[in-house]
Structure formats: C-alpha cells, structure tokens
C-alpha cells in the first residue's frame, strides 16, 4: 500500500480544498496520509480533519520552528491531549518534533537551547506512552541523534532524511524508519538519490510534507499527497525494482514505524 509519512494537509495553501486533496490522493491509489500537528493551535485542526478524511490518521506535536512562540504549558496541553487521544484510532505518533539548525534565528544558542528543552519533554511524552516520533532534522541530525540515546521513544520516523551514511545507520540502530520524498526526484540531489538507492529499502519510508518539497515534475508548485505513487515509483527506478515491489515495502515498512497504523487501515 501507498502511505504518505508525513503531510501537512491542514496547511493554508490547500485553503478549503483539503478533504478534496485527500480524496484524489485516495483515488491515486494512497491508502494512508499521517498528519502532524505543528503547534497548539492546530492540534485540534489536524485531529478533525483526519476524522473527517477516510484515509487520513494524525499526529500530535510542537515543530522547533514554533518553539520561539511556545511555553511549557503548550507541553503541559500536548501530554494532556496525548493521553485523552490514546483511545483515539485516528492517532498514531508524536510530531512534528525535532530540531531545526538551519534557519538563522534558531540557531542562536538560546533558541537552540529552548529546542532542545522542547525535543527532550515531547520525547518523555512518546516514551511514556509508548508512541513512535515523527522527527525534524534539518541541519541537525547528531544532535536529534543525541537526544534520541538519552530518552528512548518506540521508535519514529527522521523526516525528509538528508545526512550521511553513518548517520542513517545510527538511525536505524535505534529502531527509525527513514522518510523519503520530493527531493528524490531531481536529478542534482546526489548524495539524496545515493541514499534512497544504497541504504536497506527495510529502512525506507515514503512522504510528501505536502504542500512543501514538491517533486521535479511540481516544482516550484505546490505538492500534494496523491503526488505519492509517482514518488515511489522514482524510488523503484533508482533502486531496479517494481513500482509495486517498493509500494509493499514501504508501506510494510510504514506500519512498522507507525504500529498504530495497522488497526487503522485494518478497520
């Protein structure tokens, strides 16, 4: 099956529009989208829109691009929401969590120090209650590495993965699935098509973070889960294999990382 990993289908470029795009992603063959929240304010926007979606799930978290504007007791909510919405089946994971070292403004070492702060709560929380985590890495995977040997969630996913080798397997040691989309797709993203060749398609797991990282056929457009297939099936011809040996792959894969999954699509 064909599972979107990671997308952000409550984002105001799809205006009005968002349960028509999951409706076309489901007759493009998608049988999953997972949607995270990326702050407070749209935990509750994610939660009903993946109700009000078939093949939709959602998961619940503070992105480090929001930190600047959260407080501890936007935490103190997500553990609350966390444990009301464990009966939920719509919800998988934790996320969208993680560390951002790329854009200037948080790479000052009091914002740094307040990801990290935020990381590290949102990780208990996971562990706690026996959640994967859906993890932003962008420009800082040793240090998301670090956080994740010290507070040990039941695994996760390494969203839109861009690092090395070495940091891959690390990953991997510690049960992460890593997520794979848009960027695979151009020509020009080298060690990105490396990666999605050579690393074990065990390991592999499929997004679009729609509406962003649109594929070379999108872009500068704006991208869209029913955009998954083609992407996969960019995967199958860097890796030699069918469109539909890396659709059962990945999506076995993806029900690994999320467990929740399987209940879901099983309904």
Not at 31 to 45: G, H, K, Q, S
Not at 83 to 107: K, N, T, Y
Not at 133 to 150: E, I
Request: with cysteine; hydrophobic share 45%.
């Amino acid at each position: 099956m064909w599972i979107d990993t990671h997308c952000h289908l409550d984002a105001h470029e799809f205006g009005a529009a968002s349960l028509a795009v999951a409706a076309r992603a489901e007759q493009a063959g998608v049988d999953m989208i997972v949607i995270p929240a990326v702050a407070r304010a749209n935990f509750d926007v994610v939660r009903e829109l993946a109700h009000a979606a078939p093949n939709a799930s959602y998961a619940l978290g503070i992105h480090p691009i929001y930190v600047p504007q959260a407080a501890d007791e936007d935490l103190a909510l997500l553990r609350r929401q966390v444990e009301e919405s464990m009966d939920d089946p719509r919800f998988v994971a934790v996320g969208e969590i993680g560390l951002d070292f790329f854009i200037p403004m948080l790479c000052e070492p009091a914002m740094r120090e307040k990801q990290a702060h935020f990381l590290r709560e949102q990780l208990r929380i996971a562990r706690d209650f026996g959640l994967p985590v859906l993890t932003h890495v962008r420009r800082s995977q040793d240090q998301v590495l670090k956080h994740l040997r010290q507070i040990r969630p039941a695994g996760g996913i390494a969203h839109a993965f861009n690092g090395s080798f070495q940091q891959a397997q690390t990953f991997i040691d510690l049960g992460f699935h890593l997520g794979f989309g848009g960027a695979m797709t151009f020509t020009r993203a080298l060690q990105i098509r490396r990666l999605a060749a050579d690393l074990p398609l065990g390991a592999i797991v499929l997004e679009t973070d729609a509406p962003d990282i649109a594929p070379s056929w999108l872009h500068p457009g704006r991208n869209s889960p029913e955009e998954l297939p083609a992407i996969g099936r960019m995967l199958a011809e860097l890796r030699g294999l069918s469109g539909d040996e890396v659709r059962a792959a990945t999506g076995r894969n993806a029900l690994a990382a999320i467990p929740r999954l399987k209940n879901l699509l099983a309904s």
